[in-house]
């Protein structure tokens, strides 16, 4: 687990060995890329070309859900080496944020620690998640995103209530039929999850419930696929909203048909800054008190918080992460996990400086003074820490040289503002390194090969003390979206390894 092995370097992908100048690849292109998508569709996944859709100039219905590519994308084996050994340092990494948690709650380490994690959240919640019963507990799923730049790999967000598990696994498992060696195999998503969710629930032949809140609505077709999965591998498993989960004093049920079903585990999917409106969210929550059930991920909103970066960061906690990680995984994480600051309003004393942060090779020792920065030296981003609704799918993430000056003198101080009720953080900004991937839209004349950015989502699933990756999602960008992430422009598709 302490090897140094820094994610590498890899060059800018080819597109596979498909050639631009042979009609013959267009049509193979077009012709696998309807079928993936007709495969989509009746997975429920895909949004298949509405026959009322608005027209767009050249009379084509109105785009697809995102752009479809013939082939994986596809990384060299070094660096899918580096990715699966990058699991168990995140496993480790969120047991050290865990325990330094709970240090700073008795003060055996500094208070501010806890302080800065807790602020803006409910009281109740707090006192929930620091319940010794829940202590140990974290996430079953790791899914952090992966950016490749030009110096390599960076982690630029960690999430433990991640989307897309079922949009992987169904990539997975189509590509796979293709005669793609997809990474993780055609099954390896769903085999990865069962694994985990049996871990949790410490029974033989547990019962699940995946809850899917109102708020996470766009991700239901994807549970209900996993879902439908896990019922075929074995794993009695339910997909249901809030207010379908019944309550007793002895635990929770659902109703199947007539039949009342005891649940053993439900999958949290719905974000704890929604809580109050998620209804039954407090019987839930007593039942995994009165231990009548288990929830995965926690409800400890410690662990979903992007300050977490900036704790790793700080000079003073560093003999804390040496400690608890080894000298060589800090140093392998320090590599790939962006400077970050919590934006925290309160005066810095005249004398002491902002750890790391410097304009023109100065100390800064107060954010105003990273109003007055020009649009090359905003190479920053703005983001909500976690316990907010703008926190999750690119929502409220600004970045600092796409604003005007004004913008973001406004959005420093509404960051400063906001500190107490919605902290925010403040990251380098990491450009992304140029690909080129086939894609295919039927909504245009011919296949095109695009120029974009990647983002590497893995998932690790965590069975015991083992982090293992069960695939990974590859989304792409063109090169004029400054933030990666699903867009009808993008094209998404699992990894594979380079031949």
Request: hydrophobic content about 40%.
């Amino acid at each position: 687990m302490n090897e140094d092995r820094s994610l590498p370097r890899q060059t800018p992908s080819q597109p596979s060995g498909l050639k631009t100048n042979e009609s013959a690849n267009s049509e193979w292109i077009r012709s696998r890329c309807s079928d993936l998508r007709n495969r989509l569709i009746r997975d429920g996944l895909f949004q298949p070309p509405s026959e009322k859709g608005a027209a767009e100039p050249n009379g084509a219905v109105s785009r697809l859900t995102w752009r479809v590519s013939p082939e994986p994308f596809r990384i060299p084996a070094d660096d899918l080496k580096a990715i699966q050994e990058l699991g168990p340092r995140l496993l480790s990494f969120y047991t050290a944020l865990n325990r330094l948690y709970f240090a700073s709650v008795r003060e055996s380490q500094p208070r501010w620690i806890s302080r800065y994690l807790d602020q803006g959240k409910p009281e109740v919640l707090i006192d929930y998640g620091r319940m010794n019963r829940f202590k140990p507990d974290l996430p079953g799923v790791i899914r952090p995103d992966l950016i490749l730049t030009e110096d390599g790999w960076i982690v630029t967000e960690l999430d433990s209530v991640p989307g897309g598990i079922g949009l992987t696994g169904s990539l997975s498992h189509h590509y796979s039929e293709f005669g793609n060696a997809v990474i993780g195999g055609a099954d390896g998503m769903v085999e990865g999850f069962a694994r985990m969710i049996r871990s949790v629930a410490e029974v033989p032949n547990p019962t699940l419930a995946i809850i899917v809140s109102e708020e996470s609505k766009d991700y239901r077709p994807e549970m209900h696929w996993l879902g439908n999965r896990l019922n075929q591998a074995g794993l009695r498993t339910f997909v249901i909203e809030p207010d379908q989960i019944r309550f007793t004093e002895d635990g929770l049920t659902v109703t199947d048909q007539s039949a009342v079903v005891p649940i053993d585990v439900v999958y949290r999917f719905f974000e704890l800054f929604d809580l109050k409106n998620v209804p039954k969210s407090e019987l839930i929550l007593y039942s995994a008190k009165k231990e009548k059930v288990k929830i995965t991920p926690p409800a400890k909103t410690c662990l979903e918080e992007k300050m977490a970066f900036a704790l790793f960061h700080h000079p003073t906690l560093r003999p804390f992460w040496t400690e608890a990680l080894g000298e060589k995984t800090v140093a392998a994480l320090l590599r790939i996990f962006p400077k970050t600051w919590i934006v925290d309003p309160q005066p810095v004393p005249p004398y002491a400086v902002i750890p790391g942060l410097t304009i023109r090779d100065r100390p800064v020792s107060n954010w105003p003074e990273l109003a007055a920065l020009t649009q090359k030296e905003r190479h920053y981003v703005l983001k909500p820490s976690g316990f907010s609704e703008k926190a999750w799918g690119s929502r409220g993430v600004l970045v600092g040289h796409d604003l005007p000056e004004k913008e973001w003198a406004q959005a420093l101080s509404d960051a400063q503002t906001y500190f107490p009720r919605s902290p925010s953080i403040l990251q380098e900004f990491h450009g992304g390194k140029q690909f080129s991937i086939w894609y295919d839209d039927p909504a245009e004349a011919q296949p095109k090969l695009m120029a974009g950015r990647v983002r590497l989502s893995p998932y690790y699933f965590v069975a015991g003390e083992k982090a293992e990756l069960g695939g990974i999602l590859a989304t792409i960008c063109p090169l004029d979206k400054k933030l990666i992430h699903g867009m009808t422009e993008a094209v998404m598709a699992p990894c594979a390894v380079k031949d």
